[in-house]
T-cell receptor, first 115, second 115 residues
Framework: KQEVTQIPAALSVPEGENLVLNCSFTDSAIYNLQWFRQDPGKGLTSLLLIQSSQREQTSGRLNASLDKSSGRSTLYIAASQPGDSATYLCAPTSHSGAGSYQLTFGKGTKLSVIP | DTGVSQNPRHKITKRGQNVTFRCDPISEHNRLYWYRQTLGQGPEFLTYFQNEAQLEKSRLLSDRFSAERPKGSFSTLEIQRTEQGDSAMYLC?????????????FGDGTRLSIL
């Protein structure tokens, strides 16, 4: 059974800092890994999807890396802004025997960017 | 692309009542997923549809839960005889059914509170 751990659970940084969020997973037989952000009381917004054959994926100030064999992914946020404050969730995708591509989520990292 | 739509956004009900939630996926998305998220946790997989066929159900989905996707379009999730432990955010996600690297797009969820 896939288990996902995200460290740290919470992070507070001053505006403008670069930061790294960490994600580890136990089963390396994944198809891809998605990073999401979740604002309080809201659903999930997909940020990046990194395929199992890729090592990095970039979108704007965000860069995700994936080391499938060691079961690790990182999300790098450059020049953080107060609007980046949210909970960030990582979710590797595994294929179940019944045909679904299931996401397994960690508990997330709650990020606060202080103006 | 209007995104995944879920209704209602909030539902407050007394223990023992039945509730039904609706999810309208992004048009042309064949795959539809339901997840449940409790406070401080990441979402957990409940069930999966490909078109109108419900192909997988999690052990979290007790006999009191039923989901449908008639005609492969919108989906409903019904909870009968609600219990305190059913209080959670219920999230719906959809994706294309082309290969394994299609991102799942989430709605804003339905927050259920059991009195």
């Amino acid at each position: 059974k896939q288990e996902v751990t995200q460290i740290p659970a919470a992070l507070s940084v001053p505006e403008g800092e670069n930061l790294v969020l960490n994600c580890s997973f136990t089963d390396s037989a994944i198809y891809n890994l998605q990073w999401f952000r979740q604002d309080p009381g809201k659903g999930l917004t997909s940020l990046l999807l990194i395929q199992s054959s890729q090592r990095e994926q970039t979108s704007g100030r965000l860069n995700a890396s994936l080391d499938k064999s060691s079961g690790r992914s990182t999300l790098y946020i450059a020049a953080s802004q107060p609007g980046d404050s949210a909970t960030y969730l990582c979710a590797p995708t595994s294929h179940s025997g019944a045909g679904s591509y299931q996401l397994t989520f960690g508990k997330g990292t709650k990020l606060s960017v202080i103006p | 692309d209007t995104g995944v739509s879920q209704n209602p956004r909030h539902k407050i009900t007394k223990r023992g009542q039945n509730v039904t939630f609706r999810c309208d996926p992004i048009s042309e998305h064949n795959r539809l997923y339901w997840y449940r998220q409790t406070l401080g946790q990441g979402p957990e997989f409940l069930t999966y549809f490909q078109n109108e066929a419900q192909l997988e159900k999690s052990r979290l989905l007790s006999d009191r839960f039923s989901a449908e996707r008639p005609k492969g379009s919108f989906s409903t999730l019904e909870i009968q005889r609600t219990e305190q432990g059913d209080s959670a955010m219920y999230l719906c996600a959809s994706s294309f059914a082309r290969g394994s690297n299609q991102p799942q797009h989430f709605g804003d969820g339905t927050r259920l509170s059991i009195l």
